[in-house]
């Protein structure tokens, strides 16, 4: 699968906006965009996916850019739950089904009231 | 949503003893799980991937005689950690795959070797 890069750490205050980026400048034209999250001391859970288009969900937004080598997941206001280390990971269509998800570093979010 | 759950949740155990971890699908058959491990501060890296009804795939560097994966059942794999010592002391969080390919993830188990 091909490579993501996101930034360390970000922070927010509670109620505001975050942008959380993800750069996959390798990216195929076969490959979901999938973020997950992982709250401290539990398993990671799923946000959201998307190919091409902009996704949204009751839990966030992607924003996909138009070449696709980046995006950005949008929680629209941000609450002390939502401080969690997120998780950009690329996953080929044609290759979902029987392997594991292979996660990077992420980014640790903080948020703050 | 599908749901994982992983037992148990947190457990202690002396240094040359075996420890198992269960990993249940809910509500949806898995053929196929995956264990992984993460220590402080870090990620989570892929330890095997369990098949029902066949050996599980190890990861390079993971001990496949001492971490013992057993897939008996579309619902159960498990995990046993034998003859533990300190360093195997970490967060396991077991993973199964749902119809449409998301992925699902069991709560964790912090395992501690004293």
């Known amino acids: 699968d091909a490579k993501t890069t996101q930034p360390n750490s970000m922070e927010s205050n509670e109620e505001e906006p975050v942008h959380l980026p993800c750069n996959h400048s390798?990216?195929?034209?076969?490959?979901?965009i999938h973020w997950y999250r992982q709250l401290p001391s539990q398993g990671p859970e799923y946000v959201i996916h998307?190919?091409?288009s902009n996704v949204n969900n009751r839990m966030a937004s992607l924003a996909i850019a138009e070449d696709r080598k980046s995006s950005t997941l949008i929680l629209h206001r941000a609450t002390l739950r939502d401080a969690a280390v997120y998780y950009c990971?690329?996953?080929?269509?044609?290759?979902?089904?029987?392997?594991?998800?292979?996660f990077g570093k992420g980014t640790t979010l903080s948020v703050s009231s | 949503g599908a749901v994982v759950s992983q037992h148990p949740s947190r457990v202690i155990c002396k240094s040359g003893t075996s420890v198992k971890i269960e990993c249940r699908s809910l509500d949806f058959q898995a053929t196929t799980m995956f264990w992984y491990r993460q220590f402080p501060k870090q990620s989570l890296m892929l330890m095997a991937t369990?098949?029902?009804?066949?050996?599980?795939?190890?990861e390079q560097g993971v001990e496949k005689d001492k971490f013992l994966i057993n897939h008996a059942s579309l619902t159960l794999s498990t995990l046993t950690v034998t003859s533990a010592h300190p360093e195997d002391s970490s967060f396991y969080i077991c993973s199964a795959r749902g119809v449409l390919g998301e992925a699902f993830f069991g709560q964790g188990t912090r395992l501690t070797v004293v």
């Open positions: 369990s098949n029902e009804g066949s050996k599980a795939t190890y």
């Open positions: 990971i690329l996953r080929d269509l044609n290759n979902q089904a029987g392997t594991a998800l292979i």
């Open positions: 390798t990216i195929s034209g076969t490959d979901y």
């Open positions: 998307g190919l091409t």
